[in-house]
């Protein structure tokens, strides 16, 4: 019978399920918003009832994400302050150096892929993408919610700006959840079909082996020491 660790909580598996479900609530409401011409569009805006229905979806499941984010950086700054977090979501040096490994390594150059701890470059990468990505569709998404709020401290052009920033910041996150996620989590020879991870907040003593290697060994070090 397999060793399971506990890799993510239950308050970071409930984030990522709410995450996960307000994504497709924005995007299958904020598509047919930026191709409106197109015949599926159309279908689909009269199906929910008019465009004024999509739209007020849209901005409620956008509010929510916008609550959701602003939680979940104050929670982790809080946390990092109150020493009861490690930095190991923060890129460094070691991340540079894992991609060139790693792209050695898939390039038959070497034969050792790079050891990674807690998150490998990939997911760090894919994390403060959806961070960064967060702050344009939230700060551009109250631009277009509060258009005369915001136009009597900047110039009228900023409104149609932040709609450009906002529907292409939104199609382009669309983009690296199908192309990249979806690829990472359950596409890859690693874990294909489906890696339950983040739903079940475990994972096996194999995969740590394989994965986060320099995390396992952390964690040994650390029962050691208790049980000594």
């Not at 359950?186 to 995969?207: A, C, Q, W, Y």
Request: glycine share 6%; aromatic share 16%.
């Amino acid at each position: 019978m397999s060793t399971y660790f506990t890799r993510f909580t239950f308050r970071q598996r409930v984030e990522h399920a709410l995450v996960m479900s307000l994504f497709i609530v924005l995007s299958v409401t904020g598509l047919p918003q930026k191709y409106f011409d197109a015949a599926w569009a159309r279908w689909f805006i009269d199906l929910t009832g008019g465009i004024d229905h999509l739209r007020w979806f849209h901005r409620i499941a956008g509010l929510s994400f916008a609550t959701l984010t602003v939680w979940h950086v104050m929670f982790a700054i809080g946390s990092v302050a109150a020493g009861r977090s490690p930095l190991s979501i923060v890129p460094n040096r070691k991340d540079f150096d894992d991609a060139i490994q790693m792209m050695r390594y898939y390039l038959g150059r070497i034969d050792q892929p790079a050891q990674f701890d807690r998150f490998d470059y990939r997911q760090k990468f894919e994390y403060w993408g959806l961070v960064l990505g967060a702050v344009v569709v939230i700060s551009t998404g109250l631009i277009l919610y509060f258009p005369i709020l915001f136009t009597r401290f900047f110039p009228g052009e900023l409104i149609p700006a932040a709609k450009v920033a906002h529907s292409n910041e939104g199609l382009m996150a669309f983009l690296v959840v199908i192309l990249w996620h979806i690829y990472n989590a359950h596409l890859n020879p690693d874990v294909f079909p489906f890696d339950k991870t983040i739903f079940t907040g475990k994972i096996s003593l194999e995969r740590m082996h394989d994965e986060h290697p320099l995390e396992l060994e952390r964690l040994k070090q650390v029962q050691d020491i208790e049980e000594s």
